[in-house]
C-alpha cells in the first residue's frame, strides 16, 4: 500500500501525531491519529526530493564528490517521527532520514543512511568512517569544539508522564524528588543535570535521574508507572502521549534551556571543508519550499526554523 503524510493541525494548534508503534501490523504501512496518516513503508513514495543544484554541489569536498554518495549515520531504535524503523523492520525512515536526503539531492549525491548507537555516532565522524550525523543533534558549545554544526530545527524538549499522574510542572523545582528518565549523552541529560545541581544548591530533594538507551524502553517504563516522566525531545513526545494514550505532556521549552532557543542540527568534523555545502543546501531547500514540505510531512511544524545557520550559539558548555 502506498500511502503519502497526509498532516493537518487541529484548531487549537496543537499537532496530533501518528504513532510509531515497534511491531506495526504487516498488512498496514501507514499509521493514523486523528487527521493524520504517516507513510510507514520502506518504500516512502511520498518522500520530498529536489533537483541537484551545481553551484553548491561544486562545494562538497572532492573525495565526497568523487564517491558520489553522502554517508549519513543516524541513532538506531524507534523514535518516530523523527527516525525510525519502517514496516520491513530494516529501513530506517523519518523527518531526519528526509531532511538527510534533501540535502543530497541537493548536492548531487546519493544518501547512504546508515545506524549506530547514540555515542558510537560521534565516533564514526570522528574517523571519518561517514561524512555528516543527522539524527536531533543540538549544537552546544562543547560539541562545537570538534564538529561544525549546519542548524535545520528548533530544539525544543518535553516532560512526558504517566496519563494518571498529578505532577504539574512549574519550573525545575518540580522535579525535585522525582524519578526522571533521559538519554544517556544527550542534551536533555545535560539540561536535567543543571537542573538538580541547581534544585540541590537550593536545599531541595535531589531528582534521580534514570538513564535509557532506547525509546521502547522508557515507554515501558512510564507506562508502568516506574518512572515519575521522562525528559526528551518535544516531537518524539507528543507522538508517543497521542497514539499509545498511556502518558501526557506536561511541560515544554528549549532543549537549551531558559536562557536560549535550542537548535538541531547537522554535525560534521570540524574543518573538513563539508559544512558550508551542507548550510548552502539547507538555505536552498529553506527559500524554495522543499524544506517546508519535509516539515509538513512529519507534523514538525513547532519545530521549523526560517534560515539555516552556521555554529551558532549552543548549549552552554557544563561546569
Not at 524519578?179 to 537550593?202: D, M, Y
Request: aromatic content about 6%; some cysteine; charged content about 25%.
Amino acid at each position: 500500500m502506498k500511502l503519502s503524510a497526509l498532516v493537518a493541525a487541529a484548531a487549537t494548534g496543537v499537532v496530533l501525531l501518528a504513532t510509531g508503534c515497534t511491531e506495526p501490523e504487516a498488512d498496514s504501512a501507514a499509521q493514523p491519529a486523528g487527521s493524520i496518516t504517516f507513510d510507514l513503508s520502506p518504500a516512502q513514495s511520498g518522500r520530498v526530493r529536489a533537483a541537484k543544484v551545481d553551484a553548491i554541489a561544486a562545494e562538497v569536498p572532492r573525495a565526497i564528490r568523487d564517491r558520489g554518495t553522502l554517508i549519513v549515520t543516524g541513532a538506531s531504535g524507534a523514535a518516530p517521527p523523527l527516525r525510525f524503523y519502517a514496516t520491513d523492520d530494516k529501513t530506517v525512515v523519518g523527518s531526519e532520514v528526509d531532511f538527510a536526503s534533501l540535502i543530497a539531492d541537493i548536492l548531487g549525491l546519493k544518501l547512504d543512511a546508515q545506524v549506530a548507537d547514540w555515542s558510537q555516532n560521534f565516533v564514526r565522524v570522528d574517523s571519518g568512517e561517514v561524512d555528516a550525523f543527522i539524527s536531533n543533534v543540538t549544537v552546544t558549545e562543547e560539541r562545537k569544539e570538534k564538529y561544525d554544526f549546519a542548524t535545520y530545527r528548533k530544539d525544543n524538549v518535553a516532560l512526558e508522564v504517566p496519563i494518571q499522574s498529578k505532577l504539574e510542572f512549574k519550573d525545575r523545582t518540580s522535579l525535585a524528588g522525582k524519578r526522571i528518565g533521559v538519554g544517556t549523552g544527550t542534551n536533555q541529560e545535560q539540561l536535567l543535570v543543571k537542573w538538580n545541581e541547581q534544585n540541590r544548591a537550593e536545599g531541595l530533594a535531589p531528582i534521580d535521574i534514570a538513564y535509557f538507551q532506547q525509546t521502547t524502553d522508557y515507554y515501558l517504563a512510564l507506562a508502568s508507572q516506574r518512572l515519575d516522566g521522562y525528559l526528551g525531545p518535544n516531537p518524539t513526545a507528543i507522538y508517543h502521549a497521542a497514539t499509545a494514550k498511556q502518558t501526557k505532556i506536561v511541560g515544554t521549552f528549549s532543549g537549551a534551556g531558559d536562557a536560549l532557543q535550542g537548535e538541531i542540527a547537522v554535525l560534521t568534523k570540524k574543518d573538513n571543508g563539508l559544512i558550508t555545502a551542507v548550510q548552502h543546501a539547507l538555505a536552498h531547500a529553506i527559500e524554495h519550499g522543499a524544506y517546508q514540505q519535509v516539515i509538513d510531512r512529519w507534523a514538525l511544524r513547532s519545530e521549523a526554523v526560517t534560515e539555516a545557520r552556521i555554529n551558532p550559539p549552543g548549549l552552554p558548555k557544563k561546569r
